[in-house]
């Protein structure tokens, strides 16, 4: 895997994570709609830790990278 090809898929989770809305409409009402909100807020929080991830190993394919080419 590239480092090139990272930054394309961190590229794509930050628009993803974009779109997650962070609440229901507000006119949706009732059990159901608490029951969603709490399985959204669950979502945002699961895609907000994928920048990070993202991120990690973005740094870690650099250093790889960079050692291969050290190498010769």
């Given at each position: 895997m590239s480092s090139f090809?990272?930054?394309?898929?961190a590229d794509k989770t930050a628009i993803g994570s974009a779109l997650v809305p962070a609440?229901?409409?507000?006119?949706?009402?009732?059990?159901?709609?608490?029951?969603?909100?709490?399985t959204l807020d669950e979502v945002v929080t699961l895609v907000g830790g994928l920048d990070a991830l993202m991120t990690d190993a973005q740094n870690a394919v650099?250093?790889?990278e960079a050692?291969?080419?050290?190498?010769g």
């Open positions: 090809i990272l930054s394309i898929a609440t229901v409409p507000t006119d949706w009402t009732g059990s159901a709609a608490s029951s969603c909100q709490t650099t250093a790889l050692a291969q080419s050290e190498e």
